[in-house]
């Protein structure tokens, strides 16, 4: 495919997501339909869209209309791109542009809003900027952005220092991520990856660096029994038994199906876990430690996930919170007397972090906060929130 021709296909994709399609199921329909694109083709495509996705708001104010065909616009703009070479018309490219979306482009824009600017919807500034404070703006700037790969080494099966080489010797390149020490960052071939020997046989597992970093403050002393209540693929669950070959770990998770991939990613780290098909039961035990990594807007992987961004509206967020709610209080009935209750979210937001345990500890006064902690996208990866609770 042609780089214009690829524009036409990111195109395509954009105007199902702005009529309300999930944009992981347009690159995968769109790939099925054209199966002479190649990787390399089918990589770029999603490389425009997301990007695109990332500064929505920001590319359609550049290019002063809106729509799929605006958003391209403002990709190639934005990308020192000539428009006329992209939308010529000729081959696949994209249709010129015509005397409307003209008019549109080489008009003297308005000033571009603080939500175009910051690439956010305007109910949601407010909201970020208690959360945030003074790191606002620059968060949100760095939102507009793709996130770094990170690579979490499986510590039961090799060293940092190993796994770098190992990984060396397939070109792709690494360094330490220096706030956590079982982190990666990819420099080079991120793609690589997953199909790598060290991938493949367990020494490294995809895993932001700030997730890791969630992991290393639980308290892990001992042989603790754990519950991974919400482990959707279990990532956090093989993070707990790499650096804890103690613990007895169990993983639960609502959805059945998000839940089973863990049981071959277990295999292939070499770690032992249990995993629960039905709501764990008081009568069958109790955990030293229950983590729960709690549904919530994802606003700290924004970048992985911009769709998210732009689904997110006041109600869903109300229903978040009362959900986060929910499981923190049927959780807490899991865990033994002097155990910890772990809430975690990979979300910026107060209303899902701060605010959730002040409204968990008023209920339940028995509670005691032991530790709060934000990991903020300054910080070199993904946000996230972490909550110790102690049962007295």
Known sequence: MTPAARYSAAIEVLDGFLAGNP??????NWARRNRYAGSK???AVRDIVFDCLRNLRSYQWVAGFSGGRALALGHCLTHTLQPQEVFSGQGYAPTPLDGDELAAYESDHNLASEGEDCDVQDWLIDPLKQSLGDSFSETCQIMRNRAPVDLRVNL??????????????????TEPVDFVDTA????????????????????VELQDAASQAVVAMLPLEGSPRVLDYCAGGGGKTLAIAA???SARITAYDQSTA????LQERAKRAGVPVRLLKQHPQEKDGLYDLVLIDAPCSGSGSWRRNPEAKWRLNPETLAELNETQSGIL?????????GGTLAFVTCSVLRAENEQQVARFSKEN????????????????????????????
């Open 156 to 173: 039961r099966k090799s060293d940092r220092a190993a796994a770098q080489a190992a990984l060396a010797l397939e070109d792709i390149l």
């Open 329 to 337: 209080n049927k959780a807490k009935n899991l865990v033994t007397p």
């Open 243 to 245: 650096l804890a070959p």
């Open 41 to 43: 083709d089918r990589a």
């Open 184 to 203: 990666l960052r990819v420099l080079e071939n991120p793609r690589r990856v997953a199909g790598s020997k060290p991938f493949l046989d367990g020494r």
């Open 23 to 28: 944009a992981e199921k347009l690159l995968s």
């Open 365 to 392: 006064t028995d509670w005691r906060v032991t530790l709060e902690h934000r990991f903020n996208l300054l910080d070199g990866g993904d946000g996230f929130y972490l909550a110790l609770l102690t049962k007295e």
């Open 258 to 261: 998000r839940l089973m991939p």
